[in-house]
């Protein structure tokens, strides 16, 4: 078996993305940010899993937040061995200022540590800049990306999810997926 996961930050459009991508309606918390049960799709020998959203939304308390950090942690960690590519997606419009935000409080981004961490166990990593269409100058946006997740550039990947543009993020991930010789999306 090989897998794919998606994880994001609670409104950047992940379940919209993954409702495109995979041609299914994804099951979603009666609020955001209220649910830590992963969305798997599965076709053949492919596995795709929506990670429940993080962060900070508002009324959701910090303990929760935590748990779903937990969660999200161990899943990958355990297993790791299977995950052909991690997404990462992002709100492109508001990254900037929340990157710059959780730097001057002296943090590290959660997008930033997710995508650490998803070099450290081993898994590639793909930055999915959802809300494109929010963007004005949108080259300098996605250089910005990178050089903040440090993320080769061409893995930066542009879409609209709410229009279904997500022809790059899909052509990206066949990619990762020939290369392993597997089921072809
Ligand atoms: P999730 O919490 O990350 O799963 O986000 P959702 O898929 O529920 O989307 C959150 C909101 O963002 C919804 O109102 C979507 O319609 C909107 N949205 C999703 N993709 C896009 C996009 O590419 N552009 C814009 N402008 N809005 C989007």
């Known amino acids: 078996n090989i897998e794919i996961i998606f994880t994001g930050r609670s409104n950047v459009g992940k379940s919209t993305l993954f409702s495109?991508?995979?041609g299914v309606r994804v099951r979603k918390g009666k609020r955001p940010g209220t649910t830590i049960?992963?969305?798997?799709?599965?076709y053949r020998d492919l596995l795709a899993t929506d990670l429940p959203g993080f962060g900070y939304v508002k009324g959701v308390s910090r303990?929760?937040?935590?748990?779903?950090?937990?969660f999200i942690?161990?899943?990958?960690?355990?297993?790791?061995?299977?995950?052909?590519?991690g997404v990462i997606v992002i709100d492109s419009k508001a990254f900037r200022e929340v990157v710059e935000r959780w730097d001057s409080r002296g943090y590290i981004p959660v997008d930033v540590e997710m995508a650490d961490f998803l070099r450290d166990v081993g898994v590639e990593v793909i930055?999915?800049?959802?809300?494109?269409?929010?963007?004005?100058?949108?080259?300098?946006?996605?250089e910005y990306i990178s050089s903040r997740m440090s993320v080769d550039r061409e893995r930066v990947i542009p879409t609209v999810a709410k229009k279904g543009d997500i022809s790059g993020v899909k052509n990206t991930l066949k990619d990762v997926l020939a290369r392993r010789g597997r089921v072809d999306l």
């Open 73 to 85: 942690v161990h899943y990958i960690e355990e297993n790791a061995s299977r995950i052909a590519a």
């Open 20 to 22: 495109h991508l995979f």
């Open 127 to 142: 930055v999915c800049a959802n809300k494109f269409d929010k963007v004005e100058n949108g080259e300098e946006v996605l």
């Open 63 to 70: 303990g929760f937040n935590e748990r779903v950090k937990d």
């Open 37 to 42: 049960a992963p969305n798997f799709y599965s």
